[in-house]
């Protein structure tokens, strides 16, 4: 029997969708995907095709034949979130370990809460994490293949990061920052255009889709403490241009903890998470076992979103 449920008023009505929020999210994530396919090529194109369609697959699997309700598939949201980690993952990538991040972000991390909306962690970074732990060799893997316009033989090299973590200062010496913002060498489709993905950022800003307050207080927060720590001692702490430009901190702080669903509802809220997330990426570059912290910051982070938006709230509608 179909029910009609009616909730007390006021009742706001929006043509934002879903489908067209994560339709414009995907929009915005094009600069960046169309980087990284020329700087890798075609090998890149296929982590991302394959990690794109897998997720939507299984989610479709998923829905149809567990929970057998069609409301609950939403095919852009998983297209949003085979992207976001295909765009976490190294170029040379088995296929087989995309699949199976791409099974524990949809299957584990998303729709084992109850599907789009109700997921505590964000399952692409969820998912990178798990393939972390799980394959090391395999997701540290920074080979440099051939691209379109990297038409070279295949290089291996650590990220700028890495060398940071094995050499220290000395061997990030000499970095050049606009290579940095245009062209970063190594590391995974979403370390590689700063530029790329902050017009993608400025694109959602624009179609007001996200606030840009948890972006900018990731961005200041990594910015004063490296600022603060390479005064006291430039000869063995990073500066911020450093360490705003370089690994996935731009793709984390402009696409990731902006999601909807795991990050806080209020202003305020999302302030505090994202100065969370900045302090937690830099204690982790600079003291951690990891050479990179975005990830571990985004998730341990997800994990407060529920106590943020019992301690901040927005102003109710028509209360002043």
């Not at 170029?91 to 199976?100: A, E, G, K």
């Not at 290089?155 to 970095?175: D, H, I, K, P």
């Not at 005064?231 to 996935?248: E, R, S, V």
Request: aromatic residues 14%.
């Amino acid at each position: 029997m179909n029910r009609m449920l009616v909730s007390p008023s006021p009742h706001v009505h929006a043509k934002a969708s879903t489908s067209r929020i994560m339709g414009e999210v995907c929009i915005a994530l094009m600069p960046a995907i169309v980087v990284s396919v020329l700087f890798y090529g075609w090998s890149e194109l296929l982590v991302l095709a394959l990690a794109a369609v897998s997720c939507v697959a299984f989610e479709w699997a998923i829905t149809k034949f567990l929970f057998k309700e069609k409301g609950r598939f939403c095919g852009a949201s998983a297209l949003v979130t085979g992207l976001l980690l295909a765009m976490n993952l190294p170029v040379t990538t088995p296929w087989w370990v995309v699949l199976i991040g791409s099974l524990f972000a949809i299957g584990v991390v998303k729709m084992s809460f109850g599907g789009l909306g109700q997921n505590v962690f964000n399952p692409a970074i969820a998912a990178r994490i798990f393939l972390l732990v799980s394959f090391p060799a395999y997701m540290t893997d920074w080979t440099v293949t051939p691209g379109f316009i990297h038409a070279t033989d295949a290089v291996s090299g650590a990220t700028l990061l890495g060398q940071y973590a094995e050499g220290g200062m000395a061997a990030v010496q000499g970095v050049d920052y606009l290579q940095t913002l245009f062209f970063n060498i190594g590391g995974s489709a979403g370390e590689i255009s700063a530029l790329a993905l902050l017009a993608g950022f400025v694109y959602l800003l624009c179609r007001r889709i996200v606030k840009p307050w948890i972006t900018l207080s990731i961005f200041a927060t990594v910015a004063v403490i490296s600022f603060i720590f390479n005064m006291i001692d430039p000869a063995t702490y990073t500066g911020p241009l450093f360490n705003l430009l370089t690994g996935g901190l731009v793709l984390g702080a402009c696409f990731m903890a902006t999601d909807y669903v795991t990050s806080p509802m209020s202003n305020w809220g999302g302030v505090i998470y994202g100065i969370g997330i900045g302090f937690i990426v830099m204690m982790i570059r600079y003291f951690g076992a990891y050479p990179e912290g975005v990830s571990f910051a985004i998730l341990i982070m997800n994990m407060t979103v529920p106590f943020l938006n019992k301690w901040f709230h927005q102003k109710k509608y028509g209360r002043k």
